[in-house]
């Protein structure tokens, strides 16, 4: 199953920012029962957020991001079938939509004019769609039910008669979870490490080459760590203030930021080098896992503004101190060779080392290039990254029963 990780980028016409901005927060509102933007009836689709990006050079941008099953043209149909009106009432407050009256054709063509798809991105829990996503957390809630009450009634000894009567009792009330169903398939994940072995054996092949350029790299990149002007100003405390009130969610969080790049053209083929290999990487991790870090549902870098910027964007589990130092402490080295390249971050050697270990600056300048989500959707705000590979991993038991002590293993899992 295809799953797909874009945005939508359009500037706001400076006259209406203020009108279009009171419209998000009165989505935001109501969201879960706003009839404008009704995202909850959009199957297809993980997490969505709509988020202004204020500046003053480029203006101010509306990006509105998507994470969804299928393509992205098969979404905005989708989308334009239950939210045409909305979108059409938001984008008339953004530069270059053209018609006070609504015309489906010219908004969809807009849109597509300002599909970006990202340099980078990661799914934490490939290959699992929405439906699938609800369904299998369902099945665990059925599950544990069913299995309190066994225990209640005293009657089953053994960890393998606990694991056949509840199997017995999927089938009746949960059949489809006794068919197996990958995260990815076989095929699609053999190509994912074709592609990363490739390159790996051009690089061996070519290293008389590749070995000269590869000195060569980090000598220039040393030169530029060295002369890097860095200067970071004082957070402003409301803006401190204002996102941590909007960061309340218990289960999982939103977080967007944008930055400048370096401006060097060398830093620029850099953090495109860095983000090409974080995509290589980031698709053949397909168990909840990037670099250690098992708290991201969505993830996505890109390259905006001919270069200029570096857009992030992601829904993670748990709160945002938590989600940095978690950041710090496991995945410290991929952070760092890709912010190392954007202005003000903190001070590193040969692209991974130092940088975001410096927690004080590195949080610091986290919170100056971030900004607040004006409107943000989930379809599972309670579920994390690794409850929902849990729940894979009890259906998978049910569908080739364990044997042995793996059993005791499947049953710890509810």
Known sequence: MKQSIFTFIAKVNPQREAELKA??????????????LPFASLPMLHFSSLVLFPDHTYGTYLVFENNVDGTPQAYLDALLDVAAPALHRIYGMCLEYAGEDYDRAKLRSFLLER???????????????????????????????????????????????????????????????LKAERRIGRLDLLMRWALLGALAFALFVLWPVAGPLLLLFVIVLRLH???????????????????????????QNHMASLCYVTPSRFRLFSIRLVLFLTKLIGRVSIYGKLSGLNSLHFAHWVVIDNGRRLLFLTNYDGSWENYLDDFIDKAAIGLTAIWSNTLNFPRTHFLVLGGARDERKFKAIARQTQVLTDVWYSAYPNLTVPTIDNNSAIRDGLATPPGGDAVETWLQRL
């Open 225 to 251: 760590e060295i002369s890097d002007k860095i200067d970071i100003p004082p957070s402003d405390p409301a803006h401190v203030l204002a996102l941590a009130a909007n960061e309340d969610n218990i289960v």
């Open 23 to 36: 419209y998000l927060a009165q989505i935001r509102s109501n969201l879960a029962r706003d009839p404008d």
């Open 115 to 177: 599909l970006t798809l990202p340099d980078a991105g990661y799914i934490g829990n490939v290959g699992r769609s929405v439906q699938r996503t609800k369904a299998e957390a369902e099945l665990r809630r059925g599950l544990e039910t069913q299995l309190d009450t066994l225990v209640k009634g005293g009657a089953i000894a053994s960890p393998q008669e606990y694991y056949t009567a509840l199997r017995d009792f999927a089938r009746g009330s949960f059949g489809w979870a």
